[in-house]
């Protein structure tokens, strides 16, 4: 659709990773559907990806080069695609300050920026949007939920007083809210947090909290207790705009070089009347080669059909383990289309790490969960969704402990809860009644279809 000369015009600036980049390009498509002009600032290595989700569209997309051999890196790594893995976050988001002149260049050149959405983890660009006189929104790949108990856990410094990692822990704003020192990840599960991690939430926060406003990838209808104390309690403004997912219906209309021999195998599952479960833990999930030889135990177990996303190459998963199971299992080791996934009639349940865009599009596809959190805000999100809003089964581990080892016969016993036990038929009906409620979210006249329309409004007005 083309853009009115008054249109706004706003500029993207997703992090390096798929998980911060894909609801990002959503929120790029129900803009341009709003007749705004669309600028998305990137990496070179990052640009194929973007352009290829945005192909027939009239976003314009700006490479930023990401220099190599950066002090703050070890040498050999890859620093312009991606994350490069977890271990090295607080490095590699430091190091995208070096971007920083580049993109000033950038904003120089464009003309009538209405505002810079970014990346809470660049926190770097609310200095740059401020020298331009742009507001700056930061974009938040999290639930309302894992914002406001870290708030918590925070300003009343929680986690200085368990001695044991399981010792609940109970915060006063949510007092049913029972978590444990556990449930988070570095560095807020130490006692005294302190180095660079640290420093670098805190000065994100200060960032963020500076910002014009966080744009949320929830609706109200989801989490609603949990926005009203952000909203009263918190800064700066939240926009509840999501879920993001909802911007565009997964095609069912696939060309043939689209359609993967997985989506055939899904068609044949549905044909012989088997539901399938779809087993996948995102892009940044390390799993141990142990870990991995169980799952695949625990699933040849369970005797039901599942189709696996196994990310890294090479993985052994047990001996002869795809042959035994080729009737009724499938283990991809590509990228796939999650939604295209999730969307199949057949599919039934997800076993998944529980990343906040997994746990949405699983919800917008009605498709309850297992829930298997394993780093960053998983664990909170876990919480979440099996304790709020019910429509996630866990997985057991073997010490009982939120996090260890899972031995296949808890997988087992857990993966043939979901999809034939009676506490599965629970999940499977609340999910279904928040799907209904994610969709009407977001179409026209639901509450975050409102709340983008606001927000529009409101910054074309600061142009104007
Ligand atoms: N995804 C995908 N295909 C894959 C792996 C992941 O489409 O093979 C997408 C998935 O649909 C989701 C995102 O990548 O949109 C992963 O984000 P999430 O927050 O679930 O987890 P993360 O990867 O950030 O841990």
Redesign the pocket.
């Known amino acids: 659709m083309a853009s009115s000369p008054c249109a706004p015009h706003i500029v993207l600036f997703p992090f390096m ?4 980049t ?2 990002i390009l959503h929120l790029a498509r129900l803009l341009l559907h709003r007749n705004a002009t669309v600028t998305i600032f990137t990496t070179p290595a990052n640009h194929p990806f973007i352009s290829a989700s945005l192909a027939n569209t009239n976003a314009s997309i700006i490479d930023l080069p990401f220099p190599e051999n950066i002090d703050e890196l070890p040498t050999g790594v890859e620093s312009t695609d991606k994350l490069p893995s977890m271990s090295l976050f607080v490095p590699f988001a430091n190091a995208t300050k070096h971007i920083q002149p580049d993109l000033e260049k950038a904003l120089e050149a464009l003309s009538n920026v209405t505002c810079l959405i970014s990346d809470g983890f660049l926190i770097w660009t609310l200095e740059s949007a401020t020298k331009f006189g742009i507001p700056r929104l930061a974009s938040y ?1 999290w639930s309302y939920y894992s914002m406001c108990v870290c708030r918590e856990v925070g300003v009343n410094r929680l986690l200085s007083g368990p001695e044991s990692d399981d010792e609940i822990l109970t915060v006063p704003s949510f007092p049913w809210i029972k978590l444990r020192r556990n449930d988070f990840d570095e560095p807020f599960n130490v006692r005294e947090p302190k180095g660079p991690h640290i420093d670098f939430v805190m000065e994100q926060s200060i960032a963020t909290a500076k910002s014009y406003g966080i744009i949320m990838n929830s609706f109200e209808e989801l989490e609603s207790k949990f926005i009203d104390y952000w909203n009263n309690k918190c800064e700066p403004k939240a926009w509840t705009v999501g879920p993001l ?1 909802l911007a565009e219906q997964p095609s069912n209309k696939l060309q043939p070089y689209q359609n993967p021999k997985w989506m055939h195998w899904l068609d044949k599952k549905l044909a012989q009347g088997s539901p399938v479960l779809y087993v ?6 390390e799993i141990s080669p142990k870990q991995l030889r169980e799952i695949a135990i625990g699933l040849e177990e369970s005797k039901v059909s599942f189709l696996w ?1 196994v ?1 890294k190459s090479g993985s052994e998963l047990a001996d002869g383990f795809e042959e035994r199971v080729k009737e009724r299992g499938i283990v991809v080791r ?6 295209a996934i999730l969307g199949h009639e057949c599919v039934k349940g997800f076993l ?2 529980c ?5 949405m ?1 699983s919800i917008c596809a009605k498709v309850p969960i297992l829930a298997w959190p394993m780093m ?1 805000e ?1 664990h909170l999100n876990a919480r979440m969704v099996v304790e709020e809003i019910k429509v996630e089964l866990r997985v057991e581990t073997s010490n009982g402990s939120v996090r260890g080892f899972v031995k296949w016969q808890g997988l087992k016993k857990m993966v043939r809860e979901l999809m034939e036990g009676e506490m599965g038929k629970g999940v499977r009906k609340k999910v279904g009644e928040f799907g209904e409620a994610a969709r009407k979210a977001m179409e026209e006249g639901g509450s975050s279809w409102h709340t983008l329309n606001q927000l529009i409004d409101e910054l074309q007005a600061l142009r104007d």
């Open positions: 990773s798929k998980g911060h894909i609801p790949g997912c996948a833990f995102g892009s940044q999930a996303v990310r590509e990228w796939v289309d999650q939604r998944s790490h990343g906040w865009n997994s746990v599009e960053a998983q």
